[in-house]
T-cell receptor
């Protein structure tokens, strides 16, 4: 069992709105990454947080932003939603930044933008 | 550039063996991961390779050839529950070691 929990599980928003997605990392994990997975595609890296600081970002515009809290939980915020933002958003946590540590994924938040 | 290729779909029979291939062209390499993802569920870790060769873990094995930019996942004694998407992912080098570059995934259907 992964121990990574995300909320909400499903969400419907209107184009132009803002959304906040939440993630509780597995106990002892201080590194959290966020991914966007479109239907039929592999996950795309959005960004990573380590000890409350962003320390890596993929090819996503600035309207995708995040936070990590002292308890290592995290939020993903998306402003000015577009139809193409409809996807499964996955959070993954790891116990540190070592290259050989696997990421444990949450079940994701399914966002639909209409 | 970063490019990871996997077949889109595969079909195999219960009890058989199936090999899912993955080729990658990435600017740097710091390990390759295989994940399994059932529909509507989280990806779950299957294997990690950083050196050339075969890693065996029960019914699943993963192979890596860094010089060829090639990996495969081998599933033996297929079971119906193995029907899922299999994701190949490369970790690039650098201080941002959390990033994984995923392929589009291979949907495996196991038939009776």
């Amino acid at each position: 069992e992964t121990g990574v929990t995300q909320s909400p599980t499903h969400l419907i928003k209107t184009r132009g709105q803002q959304v906040t997605l939440r993630c509780s990392s597995q106990s002892g994990h201080n590194t959290v990454s966020w991914y966007q997975q479109a239907l039929g595609q592999g996950p795309q890296f959005i960004f990573q947080y380590y000890r409350e600081e962003e320390n890596g970002r993929g090819n996503f515009p600035p309207r995708f932003s995040g936070l990590q809290f002292p308890n290592y939980s995290s939020e993903l915020n998306v402003n000015a939603l577009e139809l193409d933002d409809s996807a499964l958003y996955l959070c993954a946590s790891r116990p540190g930044r070592g290259a050989n540590t696997e990421a444990f994924f949450g079940q994701g938040t399914r966002l639909t933008v209409v | 550039g970063q490019n990871i290729d996997q077949p889109t779909e595969m079909t195999a029979t219960e009890g058989a063996i199936v090999q899912i291939n993955c080729t990658y062209q990435t600017s740097g390499f710091n390990g390759l991961f295989w994940y399994q993802q059932h529909a509507g569920e989280a990806p779950t870790f299957l294997s990690y390779n950083v050196l050339d060769g075969l890693e065996e873990k029960g019914r699943f094995s993963s192979f890596l050839s860094r010089s060829k930019g090639y990996s495969y996942l081998l599933l033996k004694e297929l079971q119906m529950k193995d029907s899922a998407s299999y994701l190949c992912a490369v970790r690039p080098p650098g201080r941002n070691t959390g990033k994984l570059i995923f392929g589009q995934g291979t949907t495996l259907q196991v038939k009776p």
